[in-house]
């Protein structure tokens, strides 16, 4: 059972560059989250999914674009990368099943941009 | 609007002592609480989750949390604590509505000293 997985787990990229992080869970979860992690900020949410095809902006959405076309796959991309998206970012699901939202989260990507 | 405040930023404890961490909440509504925890270049984990009945949760190695819907408060606490349980705690609520979003506390940092 995998689970919850993230790739790529460590990503350096220069400015200005497009980068995309992947998540992939093999529960089949309606839920999806993306979370940067920064110290000093505890975490921050950036996009969610409710289901496939359907998406919604979080706490700081703005440099970040999310797709999920599939129930298993919400990726999240940097379409410009900044300096200050340098973070690790984690991706986490869950279901609502039964009234539960525990969330479930990925080992986490560490992406630096130089 | 429903938050979660962590007033302990930061702790640190010594092998044996008991542990004692504050989680408050904001919200009106049926609460649903969890605790996580991360430990060192880790992802976040599920510790324990309030949903309803019992105020008094057990989670995992040990840990358990009180629902006390008066003082909207849903501490964690661990009688002993060890070295190994040196990590940040994450306390959450889970946001009214069908979002499947949680909100999350800042985090409290405990450094356990051998």
């Known amino acids: 059972d995998a689970g919850i997985t993230q790739s790529p787990r460590y990503k350096i990229t220069e400015t200005g560059r497009q980068v995309t992080l992947m998540c992939h869970q093999t529960w089949s979860h309606s839920y999806m989250f993306w979370y940067r992690q920064d110290l000093g900020h505890g975490l921050r949410l950036i996009y969610y999914s409710a289901a496939a095809d359907i998406t919604d902006k979080g706490e700081v959405p703005d440099g970040y674009v999310v797709s999920r076309s599939k129930t298993e796959n919400f990726p999240l991309t940097l379409e410009s990368a900044t300096r200050s998206q340098t973070s690790v970012y984690f991706c986490a699901s869950s279901e609502s099943d039964r009234g539960l939202y525990e969330q479930y989260f990925g080992p986490g990507t560490r992406l630096t941009v130089t | 609007a429903q938050s979660v405040s962590q007033h302990n930023h930061h702790v640190i404890l010594s092998e044996a002592a008991s542990l004692e961490l504050g989680c408050n909440y904001s919200?009106?509504?049926?609460?649903?609480l969890f605790w996580y925890v991360q430990y060192p270049g880790q992802h976040l984990q599920l510790l324990l989750k309030?949903?309803?009945?019992?105020?008094l949760v057990k989670g995992i190695k040990g840990f358990e949390a009180e629902f006390i819907k008066s003082k909207f408060s849903f501490n964690l606490r661990k009688p002993s604590v060890q070295w190994s349980d040196t990590a940040e705690y994450f306390c959450?609520?889970?946001?009214?509505?069908?979002?499947?979003?949680?909100?999350f506390g800042q985090g409290t940092t405990l450094q356990v000293k051998p």
């Open positions: 959450a609520l889970k946001e009214g509505g069908n979002t499947g979003k949680l909100i």
């Open positions: 309030y949903f309803s009945g019992d105020p």
């Open positions: 919200y009106g509504g049926t609460v649903n």
